[in-house]
């Protein structure tokens, strides 16, 4: 399939439109940018949203986002299917992500501080916010991605190489953690 | 089991603890208060979820991977780009060779535009622009439909590459502005993105 000026083909011409990770990882290898749109389109909202809870900046999130999807251009040659295609992609987003902070700290940029809600008016929804942000970093990241992003366990343990139990352990310990915060405040 | 308050979390992670737990936050409102919130967690942490438009994520992504691009997927591109410039170079050389020339035409100014005649160039270019920002204003609902046929998906990347190269002649022209051939090839990219627009809107009418 090739990709010209003027010539209207449908993507994966070859292929349905719904195109099995397979059949997308062979487009890409073959440079095909039609695929790769389909990969971005696939998942860009959810690694945006992700990325934002991790650096709380929006422009931050799509530059780590842009990051990613060239890396994954880059490298999807050497791209092996014994893990998921939106396992390996969000693997690359959550270290681009930990480049991003680690960066922030060279620059002796101050880490964004927890804040606790001040009262507890607050509506839940500002306040889990803020809860989440003085998580430990595995905590927030399986929380994230399981309740927020709506990923599963066994994608969350492909992505941070843990079995499936201790994904799920994970989630327990942070909204324990999360509960506690909430009472607490409510009191 | 007598079910005291701190059962709570243990009933928290194994279902089978959960009639007992029902029972025993009838009566303690503390740990009915605590499983609320445990339960609301889950449904507030859905909302949490960012949803926001990054109209330039993709066309710079774009922009930055199509460089790298296999050199036979790009042959009938760069060969637009010959021919505009090839033809360009044709008219100038007829040009040069069958109008009179006048003295200051003799000068070495005769292969470069003037000041005067720039400014002319830059002033109609940005009516031209604006003009095609207009359409391509009109065009966009038609091209950001999800259900859009694969025609307009086509259209759709025919104008982030039109777009990109407009971007990268302009940004060689920014480092000689003078220069005729690049003008005409900016010209030549413009008019291409006006026919293709105009296409998308004709298409979408006829639809």
Redesign the interface.
């Known amino acids: 399939m090739?990709?010209?000026?003027?010539?209207?083909?449908?993507?994966g011409a070859t292929s349905p439109d719904n195109p099995t990770d397979a059949q997308l990882v062979e487009s890409c290898k073959r440079?095909d940018?039609?695929a790769?749109?389909h990969l971005?389109n696939l998942h860009?909202?959810?690694m945006?949203?992700l990325a934002?809870?991790l650096l709380s900046s929006?422009s931050d999130a799509?530059d780590a986002?842009?990051e990613t999807?060239?890396k994954v251009?880059?490298a999807i040659g050497a791209f092996h299917e014994n893990s998921a295609l939106s396992t390996w992609i969000y693997r690359i987003l959550i270290n681009c992500c930990y480049d991003v902070l680690r960066k922030r700290q060279r620059l002796a940029e101050k880490p964004m501080p927890p804040q606790l809600p001040a009262d507890s008016k607050l509506p839940?929804?500002v306040a889990?916010?803020r809860a989440?942000l003085a998580l430990n970093d595995r905590q927030r990241l399986v929380?994230l991605m399981f309740?927020?992003?709506?990923l599963k366990h066994s994608e969350i343990a492909g992505v941070l190489e843990v079995p499936e139990g201790t994904s799920r352990a994970w989630l327990?310990e942070a909204?324990?953690a999360?509960?506690k915060m909430?009472?607490e405040t409510?009191k | 089991m007598i079910f005291e308050c701190h059962d709570l979390?243990r009933a928290?992670?194994d279902p089978a603890l959960l009639a007992e737990l029902q029972r025993h936050i009838r009566g303690c409102e503390t740990c009915r208060?605590?499983y609320r919130?445990?339960t609301?967690?889950?449904n507030?942490?859905?909302?949490?979820?960012?949803?926001?438009d990054?109209p330039n994520?993709?066309p710079?992504?774009?922009a930055?991977?199509?460089p790298?691009?296999?050199a036979s997927?790009r042959w009938?591109?760069e060969w637009?780009l010959w021919a505009a410039t090839a033809a360009a170079a044709a008219m100038l050389a007829f040009a040069l060779a069958y109008i009179p020339h006048s003295p200051a035409a003799r000068s070495n100014d005769q292969y470069f535009l003037t000041e005067q005649t720039l400014k002319e160039v830059e002033k109609n270019e940005a009516a031209y622009r604006r003009s095609i920002d207009e359409l391509a204003r009109l065009a966009q609902p038609k091209l950001e439909t999800t259900a859009a046929s694969?025609?307009l998906?086509?259209?759709r990347?025919?104008l982030l590459?039109?777009d990109s190269a407009i971007l990268e002649t302009r940004s060689n022209l920014d480092q000689n502005q003078f220069n005729a051939h690049l003008q005409s090839d900016l010209a030549d990219l413009y008019r291409e993105k006006r026919l293709t627009l105009k296409e998308i809107l004709t298409h979408a009418q006829s639809n």
């Open positions: 090739t990709w010209e000026i003027g010539l209207p083909l449908p993507f440079g940018l039609r790769f749109e971005y860009s909202s959810k945006k949203s934002y809870h929006r799509e986002v842009q999807f060239l251009y880059k839940l929804k889990l916010e989440i929380f309740e927020v992003e709506g327990f909204k324990l999360l509960k909430l009472t409510a | 979390d928290l992670a208060n605590q919130i445990w609301e967690i889950s507030t942490a859905k909302q949490l979820h960012q949803e926001w990054s994520l993709w710079h992504l774009l930055a991977v199509r790298e691009r296999p997927k009938y591109v637009k694969p025609l998906q086509s259209y990347e025919k590459m039109l």
